[in-house]
């Protein structure tokens, strides 16, 4: 692990767009996501100090799931209540998400990597994504999803979730190293920090765009 590295530059990135082009935004939602990357940034860059010293760090990210699950699910409530009444299908999908965490803190030590919760956290949100599409496919109002922030936001979330799931599924074959010590899957979560990153900045730039349409 290094201080630099894609993912690091990738979220370093996203942070400085994010503080340039939606962190004065009245959306208390921008403001949230903004946050989320400075603790993302934050948690790569200390577990790297821990790994650098021959410590375990894997507490850490286990700790920093609680803020990606919880960011997650409230930036895609706010993206569906635009159509819907999301609340009881956030219940259900929340709870699962918060249960598998808890069971994995009363079962397995802290210092594990908690792949129970990350599976069934990745695949709730990605049907959450696709019933996101689902109901702006069924939408009277015209909407250009060119310029249409939530959708961008959204399909960056898509991205990463789904190829994370795809790449819990098949981990085993994923080990094989094909650049130095860096693993087939490594590479994978590289490419899609990558997509992430670049479709949120361009929410980002979407959203400042209609923010000085509206006022």
Known sequence: MRYVSPIIISELGCLIAALFLVWKDKSIFWKIITCYIA???????FAIYLASHHRHNLWLFNIFIIFESTTILYGLYCCLREYTN??????IGSGMVYLTYFYFLISQPFTDTNALTISVM??????????????LLKDANF????????FWWITGVLFYYFGSTMSNIFDGLFTVKIIGNATLR???????????????????ICRMKQRKLQS
């Open 39 to 45: 603790v993302a940034l934050a948690t790569e860059l």
């Open 143 to 150: 909407i250009n999803i060119k310029t249409h922030p939530e």
């Open 86 to 91: 999301p609340k009881p299908i956030f219940l």
């Open 122 to 135: 990745s695949i709730i949100f990605t049907l959450y994504c696709l019933y996101y599409y689902y109901l």
């Open 186 to 204: 490594y590479c994978i979560y590289v490419l899609l920090n990558l997509i992430l990153y670049s479709f949120w900045v361009y929410s980002f």
